[in-house]
């Protein structure tokens, strides 16, 4: 499944360390609790650049889209 999640007033920095607490969060329980799940993200912010809400969205799906195609369960900054 894919999610999009909004961190107001979080710059990328921030963004970084909610999901890689989400994504060690998942491999921190019983292994009887739940299937096993990975977690990708693909984390973009708005910037002085001009970049609409769609092309966040088209940056952050790329990156998402990276990070499966690396092997799943990690997180991609991009540049």
Do not use: W
């Amino acid at each position: 499944e894919e999610f999009l999640v909004v961190l107001r007033g979080a710059n990328i920095d921030a963004a970084l360390r909610v999901f890689e607490a989400l994504r060690t969060g998942l491999h921190e329980r019983e292994p009887s609790e739940l299937p096993r799940y990975t977690f990708s993200a693909g984390p973009a912010e708005l910037g002085p650049d001009g970049a609409t809400g769609l092309d966040l969205l088209a940056k952050a799906d790329a990156r998402l889209y990276e990070a499966k195609r690396l092997g799943r369960d990690r997180i991609v900054r991009g540049a």
